[in-house]
């Protein structure tokens, strides 16, 4: 404890007791009754708040009172808004008020909300179950707010970012005031005629609580209810969950955060696409790859084969014309001619037979080429095919008249056999 | 060859089929090259949709008087 040597001011006990008092003093709601209500002419009001137990002297500066929306009235309930703070003059403790609401009013007022919740709840209305997912691509969606507001704005911003080439159909409607929920009925049932409407949107900007009397309205709540696609609400208020919101199937804090849940990216969809084609193009690529070595793997093995009997054919005939020399020889008079006669003979017979079997292996492998998939997508071949699809290979399927279709590299056209 | 639209949900979800049946080795040729034909028609939609700049804003409108609809683009 401080000596007499010390001793402060006044004017140092009241500062301190004022930077006390104020410092870090939050600002809280406080509830108590009005008493002694005082306006000066400089527009500042002062009164008491109490309660049963304690009194508080109150000020309320000139810019806030011009705020106030009823005048308070003496004995009164309300609820207050301010932080604590110390007239220095005479170091005196006053609330200084900024807001005020009638505690009376809000309380009824959220009884009627609650009311109209247990309707709702009583009839199945706010089901978890009949929660109702979003679609993946949205291409139209029904937007129910004011053309005025701010929330339009902000979906057809978020909107051409994320999604362009949707379609938003705007139905307007006063979104506060006593005309608002006859207006906001009215535009979710326009909603439910429109025709390939993928989700609704309804909502508004930011406002004071007050403002969000039609979003707790029962006819509204049950239009949304019975509004055939998903609806998404998007009231604006970060913090009051409306009974809108829980009616609808998805809640949304804001207008932009309500075309965010409504829409894809198109980036992350560009990216699967991305991956899908990539896919697509290497699974062709294998799978051509395969039949192409299959198809050369067996052209080989075909042309091995020919080739072993070529060879076989002609060890045979050099053997028959080995023993046919000398035989003729021993049993001919003129062996050489006969031979000679024999192998003329026979040389043109075995060309033409080796040539024969040299232009069926060639025939194969032609087949066996053009049958290769590489070919008939890269180079050009075409495929004809019946109108049911089937691949059409033969005359026989191509009378004169027929229809048939022709694919070729980039398409399809239709044609008709003029000749048969 | 007129092609009716389809949804980007549909082509998506088709193209990975396709991609799936295409890495199945025993599929015919045949079936393959339309698979082909399909994935690439496919793909292009997909792509056109994406491509897609332009952002429609309507305003539905009711007739007081007959109650019918009628839409008028909505000055953003």
Redesign the interface.
């Known amino acids: 404890m401080s000596g007499t040597e010390e001793a402060w001011t006044v004017a140092r006990l009241a500062r301190t007791i004022k930077h006390r008092v104020e410092d870090d003093f939050p600002a809280v709601w406080v509830r108590g009754e009005v008493v002694g209500v005082k306006r000066y002419p400089s527009g500042h009001l002062y009164f008491g708040l109490r309660d049963a137990e304690a009194k508080v002297d109150c000020t309320m500066w000139k810019f806030a009172a011009a705020r106030l929306r009823e005048p308070l009235v003496e004995g009164t309930e309300v609820f207050v808004l301010g932080t604590a703070s110390v007239w220095e003059e005479r170091t005196a403790l006053r609330f200084n008020a900024t807001q005020v609401l009638p505690a009376i009013g809000v309380g009824a007022q959220a009884q009627a909300i609650e009311q109209v919740k247990q309707r709702l709840l009583a009839d199945g209305l706010l089901d978890p179950g009949r929660k109702r997912t979003l ?3 949205p ?1 139209r969606i ?1 937007i129910v707010t004011s ?1 005025a507001g701010a929330a ?2 902000d979906i ?1 911003t978020v ?2 970012r994320r999604w ?9 409607s006063a979104v506060q005031g006593d005309a608002a929920p006859g207006e906001l009925v ?1 535009a979710l049932e ?1 909603v439910a ?2 025709e390939r409407i993928d989700v609704c949107i309804i909502g508004r900007g930011g406002g004071a609580k007050e403002d969000l009397a039609a979003f707790n309205n029962e006819a509204v709540c049950r239009a949304i209810a019975a509004t055939p696609v998903p609806v998404i609400s998007a009231v604006g208020h970060e913090v009051d969950v409306t009974l809108a919101d829980l009616v609808a199937d998805v809640r949304a804090a804001t207008p932009s955060q309500a075309a965010e849940f409504a829409l894809p990216d ?1 980036r992350d ?2 990216a ?2 991305a991956v ?2 990539a ?2 193009v290497s ?2 690529l ?3 790859s ?2 192409q070595q299959r198809l050369t793997r067996t052209r080989d093995r075909m042309g091995a084969a020919l080739l072993d009997r070529l060879r076989g054919a002609e060890r045979r005939l050099l053997t028959a014309r080995g023993r046919l020399a000398p035989a003729l020889a021993r049993h001919v008079k003129r062996p050489a001619t006969r031979l000679g006669h024999l192998e003329t003979r026979l040389r043109p017979a075995m060309r033409h037979r080796l040539d024969r079997w040299e232009a069926a292996l060639r025939q194969h492998a032609a087949q066996l080429h053009a ?1 290769s ?1 590489l070919n ?2 890269g180079r050009g071949y075409a ?1 004809a095919r019946a109108r049911d ?1 089937r ?1 059409l290979r033969h005359v026989a399927d191509l009378g004169e008249g027929t229809q048939f279709t022709l ?1 070729v590299a980039d ?2 056209v ?1 044609a008709r056999v003029e000749e048969g | 060859m007129t092609e009716k639209p389809t949804s980007l949900d549909q082509d998506l979800r088709r193209l990975e089929e396709i991609v799936r049946t295409l890495e199945d080795d025993e599929l015919v040729l045949e079936s393959a090259l339309q698979l082909f034909e399909e994935g690439v028609g496919r793909l292009k939609a997909a792509q056109k949709r994406l491509e897609e700049a332009e952002t429609r804003v309507m305003q539905v409108l009711k007739d007081a008087e007959t109650g019918g609809l009628r839409t008028e683009p909505l000055d953003g």
């Open positions: 679609p993946p691509y291409s029904a053309v339009v704005r057809i909107a051409t362009p080439g949707i379609e938003l159909l705007v139905i307007n009215a326009i005629r429109l198109r969809i560009a699967r696409v899908l084609r896919g697509f699974a062709t294998d799978l051509l395969t039949r049958l998939p008939v997508l495929v699809g691949v694919s398409g399809t239709v």
